[in-house]
């Protein structure tokens, strides 16, 4: 059977017309969507309220992070400003609080009775206490000029002496049970009266094995204080030959030494280490009789100072 | 008129809010989309399926139409492309089997609510490519160069598939539908 165009036509719509949907199935699909979209909105809400809370956190971490930086800019700045400024005063901009560390240092060394002093501290005492050195200058100029100060009369007579060895040497020796001396960061490189100085005990000058001869390598000055790493004290000496110091005992008064008598007293050390011009002065015979450190054949004078046998 | 310019402009039907202007959009052409599945699917619960994300597609990324011509054109392109993505899915390959019915339609067939006519055997038996042009040419009244506007292909190639087509539909009725 052949069927026509407009047959065909007419079939065709008629079935398309009967495929429906229902109303029943519009309903059906129309509930449907709307529940998916329903669900669909709720989980984009969650999704986005989420993404809306790690943003959130996200940019709380990225204020903190940079008031923190700027912080540390500011820190960086301040420190550079205070630095330039420090410098341009000549000045070390830590100074004043080294210099209250190593007071601090200082007073419990001496609190405790501690003798030695670490090199560090001595040294940063040295950086920081200028006034204190300044202060103990004045106290050896005054002492160079006659003027003894008060407090230093007993440890310089009683606890030092100061010994011929022979041949133009002579020894700075402790006496008694004094302790060793405190060394003095400030005194460093300064010159000093023997008055304010004490040294580590000798325990039997005869033997002669605890003595300390220092030898004096300048020519200005009569002697002179350096303190070695140890934190002892080094004292350098320019006595005149005992034949031509009216001060220096002579070998003949060596009794009480083992033959080595001492040259102890206020009035004997200040008459050496007198930097007035009424005390003698520093005579290049002196220097050159200290110049040999334990061998008093060598009279150049220019021996290594300072080591502590 | 479809094939207008496709600029993005409010239709002048849009007004109120977008779920308002869905629900019109989805009364308007529900049966369109439909018929359009059922014809490409060939059983109702797979043709509501594809209705119901062809409008879902809709809702998840509104656009604004130039007018109804434009939103049936994009409704009916968008159904038969899905149509194809699911005949083309290995489940749908896997569960309809050639020849045999899904429980719904069974239980519809033996209810004797709805039972398939020789016409719209033939339209199933259909190749895909003819059932775009066979609905719109016969039940919504599209001219041959429309059809080629809105599934953007040459007019000549509507006109050769809505005669193959015909030919086609006369035989299976012709010799009695099977």
């Given at each position: 059977?052949?069927i026509?165009?407009?047959e ?9 017309d ?16 709307q529940q ?7 989980q984009?809400?969650?999704?986005v ?10 940019m709380?971490?990225q204020?903190?992070?940079s008031?923190?930086a700027c ?8 420190a ?7 410098s341009a005063?000549?000045?070390d ?13 200082a007073q ?7 003798g030695?002093v ?8 040295q950086?920081a ?9 004045e ?27 022979g ?5 700075l020796?402790a ?6 001396a405190?060394?003095d ?23 002669g094995?605890e003595c300390?001869?220092y ?10 204080v ?37 040259i102890?007293?206020k009035d ?22 200290l110049?040999?450190?334990?061998n ?6 220019n ?7 | ?12 039907d849009?007004?109120?809010?977008g ?14 989309v439909?018929?359009l ?6 059983n ?16 998840r990324?509104p ?6 011509e434009?939103?049936k ?27 045999e019915?899904s ?7 033996d209810?004797g ?14 190749p ?6 066979v ?12 059809i ?31």
């Amino acid at each position: 059977m052949q069927i026509s165009d407009a047959e065909l036509y007419t079939a065709l719509y008629d079935a398309y017309d009967d495929m429906g949907p229902s109303d029943e199935a519009i309903s059906r699909m129309f509930a449907n969507i709307q529940q998916q979209t329903y669900q669909q909105t709720n989980q984009q809400a969650r999704i986005v309220s989420y993404q809306n809370v790690k943003r959130r956190s996200r940019m709380k971490w990225q204020i903190v992070g940079s008031v923190a930086a700027c912080l540390v800019v500011l820190a960086g700045v301040g420190a550079f400003v205070l630095t330039q400024s420090s410098s341009a005063q000549g000045g070390d901009p830590f100074s004043n609080v080294f210099s209250i560390v190593a007071n601090d240092l200082a007073q419990e060394e001496a609190a405790n009775g501690n003798g030695n002093v670490s090199a560090d501290n001595a040294n940063a005492n040295q950086a920081a206490n200028e006034n204190a050195a300044e202060g103990a200058n004045e106290n050896q100029a005054s002492e160079g000029n006659g003027d003894q100060p008060e407090g230093s009369d007993n440890t310089s007579t009683t606890n030092t002496a100061i010994v011929d060895t022979g041949a133009g040497e002579f020894e700075l020796v402790a006496k008694d049970d004094a302790s060793l001396a405190q060394a003095d960061p400030s005194l460093v490189g300064d010159e000093i009266a023997i008055g304010v100085i004490s040294l580590a005990p000798v325990e039997d000058v005869d033997t002669g094995s605890e003595c300390k001869v220092y030898n004096y390598n300048g020519a200005e000055a009569d002697f002179a204080v350096e303190v070695n790493t140890d934190g002892e004290l080094k004292l350098f000496l320019a006595i005149e030959k005992p034949a031509e110091s009216s001060t220096i005992n002579s070998s003949e008064d060596k009794g009480s030494y083992g033959g080595k008598e001492p040259i102890h007293g206020k009035d004997e050390t200040k008459t050496t280490s007198a930097g007035s011009g009424e005390a003698a002065p520093v005579s290049e015979t002196a220097s050159e009789g200290l110049g040999a450190e334990g061998n008093a054949s060598d009279p150049s004078g220019n021996s290594a100072s300072g080591s502590r046998e | 008129m479809p094939g207008t310019s496709r600029q993005s402009r409010l239709h002048p039907d849009a007004g109120g809010s977008g779920s308002e202007y869905l629900t019109r959009v989805y009364r308007r052409h529900v049966k369109m989309v439909y018929r359009l599945c059922y014809s490409y699917l060939g059983n109702a619960s797979d043709a509501e399926d594809a209705t119901q994300s062809v409008f879902m597609k809709l809702m998840r990324s509104p656009r604004r139409f130039d007018d109804v011509e434009h939103e049936k054109a994009w409704l009916i392109v968008c159904a038969q492309n899905l149509c194809r993505d699911v005949l083309k899915s290995s489940y749908h390959a896997k569960t309809s089997v050639e020849g045999e019915q899904s429980v719904f339609d069974k239980a519809i067939s033996d209810s004797g609510l709805q039972e398939k006519s020789d016409v719209e055997e033939a339209i199933l038996r259909l190749p895909e490519k003819y059932k775009t042009c066979v609905y719109m040419y016969y039940y919504e009244g599209y001219r041959s160069h429309e059809i080629a506007q809105v599934l953007n292909v040459p007019d000549s190639t509507v006109r050769g598939y809505l005669s193959e087509a015909r030919r086609l539909l006369k035989e299976y009725l012709g010799s009695g539908g099977r």
